[in-house]
């Protein structure tokens, strides 16, 4: 009697790990290509997109983004610039992969126990973003460049023997050391009523009236 128990459970555990592994297996199947059940992105759902859908989804979302306008102030002065002129934006190929991984694993076992979790669970992933160094770059010389106030040096004329002397100005240049944190935060947030605003430092002139006392 006990040897039949023995072997009714033992066949009872075969066929319920055979049905686990035909339903992971099925499971697989339907989600090859595709990401996974439960995966989010922007509170979207991308569950069984290709790589191409999800490509084309996220290249659509971040187009949308990339158009809006938002502001930058320093001081008394306020640009308006567009976010594609600055460089930020998404990394869709690291976006991609984070999507796809979700549930896979190169470890069989590791596999089946991420691909079982996602068909109870949701992953909300956090969108990485990135910036085109030399795109910014080119933003900052000619965009934030408005902000800029150069410094006017000190000068003397001689006007009818008489040297008369026009004081200099300081200048205000813009500390850009936050702006790149504060437009990915603008993005990542998708806040555009959001200002930038950038301190400035006083820039001295090069030819100061102390400079002209020994002329004088």
Known sequence: MTKKIGLVSSIVIFLVLALLAAAFIY???AYAGKVYRNVYIFNENISGKN??????????????LLNQEFSIQ?????????MTDTGVGYDLKKIAED????????????????????????????????????????????????????PIDATLIIENGTIKETAGQNGMTVDISDLNN??????????????????NKTVAPAVQSADFLTAK
């Open 74 to 82: 320093s001081n008394s002065k306020t640009i308006k610039v567009k």
């Open 51 to 64: 790589i191409d859908e999800l490509n084309n989804a996220l290249k659509t979302k971040q187009d949308a």
């Open 182 to 199: 504060q437009i990915v935060e603008i993005f990542r947030s998708e806040n555009f009523t959001k200002k930038v605003i950038l301190k």
């Open 99 to 150: 999507s796809f991984s979700v549930g896979r694993d190169i470890k069989i076992t590791s596999e089946i126990a991420k691909a079982s979790k996602t068909i109870f669970s949701e992953t909300n992933l956090e969108p990485t973003i990135k910036t085109n160094q030399a795109k910014f770059d080119n933003f900052v010389s000619i965009a934030i460049d408005q902000l800029n106030n150069a």
């Open 27 to 29: 499971y697989q199947k």
